[in-house]
């Protein structure tokens, strides 16, 4: 790690990490040493509390390389990338394009295991990550003796048995990423966590308590009401809820298929007037 010391006004030493900085500006912040902390950006987010404002500090903390910070720091994932702020800065330098390559180079700081988050993230290993997968199927095809396949056999299941190439291959699977699933929020949560005072008992009886506190963020989660009060690009919230609620449905459609034909024993594909079709 490259660091170099700086002694800020106060006498206190910081240790700016070059690395970071530079990670920053190739994720997206190629504009941010245009910042002059006018703090425009933080007077006109809509999104900006006015306790922990933003993205003003993040600005001058990227500069300074203080990527502890910034990536422990809740206040990155308030932002929705409105670009209100960028819209407005006079310098033109993207506070919301700096904020969103902060949270990429979190996202990738919190993966769990980094190589399997380098594969998916790199182009140049997308001809590897589309070739795996069809060797290994058709391996599998060939050692269950269904290669080369007969004519009047050419279906999936007869040439990917379900237990021994389908389950084999997918349980195993599912549960390792949940695993690194599991490990990476629970990093993410113990850092975003780390320092902060929890509510007091008035503060909880304000928000209803727990289940209060989930119902109101799951629901602003559905709703995305947040999302609308941006100005500059207050046109994405339709789309992007959309596509959220389209994962959603694929979610659930998912586990009607599954449930149906693994513990139900439903013939599938279903008939083009299931519901579920």
């Known amino acids: 790690m490259v660091k170099r010391r700086l002694k800020m006004a106060n ?35 809509p999104l900006s509390p006015d306790d922990r404002p933003f993205p003003r500090k993040h600005m001058i903390l990227t500069q300074w390389g203080q990527r502890d910070a910034l990536v422990k720091d809740p206040t990155i994932w308030l932002c929705h990338n ?15 394009d700096v904020l969103g390559a902060i949270r990429a180079y979190a996202i990738a700081d919190y993966a769990t295991p980094k190589w399997l988050f380098n594969l998916v993230r790199e182009p140049k290993y997308l001809i590897l990550l589309l070739g795996f997968p ?24 007869n040439l990917i048995p379900v237990i021994t190439g389908i389950d084999l291959v997918f349980v195993p699977l599912s549960i390792f990423l949940a ?11 113990k850092d975003m966590t780390a320092g902060m005072e929890p509510p007091s008992k008035y503060q909880m009886l304000l928000k ?11 629901k602003e989660i559905l709703a995305h009401s947040r999302f609308r009060k941006c100005g500059t690009s207050q046109n994405r919230a339709t789309p992007h809820l959309l596509l959220l609620w389209s994962f959603i449905g694929l979610l659930i459609v998912t586990a009607i298929v599954f449930i149906a034909e693994d513990f139900l024993h439903a013939e599938v594909p279903f008939a083009m007037t299931n519901p579920v079709k």
């Open 208 to 218: 209803g308590g727990w289940w209060g506190i989930i119902f109101s963020t799951i």
């Open 179 to 189: 695993f690194s699933l599991f490990k990476s929020l629970s990093r993410f949560w």
């Open 134 to 157: 069809i060797v290994l199927f058709l391996l599998i095809a060939f050692l269950n003796g269904n290669l080369p396949p007969k004519a009047e056999e050419i279906k999936p299941h």
């Open 82 to 96: 409105c670009n209100d702020c960028s819209t407005y800065c006079p310098r033109g330098a993207r506070p919301g």
């Open 11 to 45: 006498g206190r030493m910081v240790e700016p990490d070059l690395k970071f900085i530079n990670g920053v500006i190739e994720l997206g912040g190629s504009s941010l040493k245009k910042c002059f902390q006018c703090a425009t950006c933080s007077v006109v987010c």
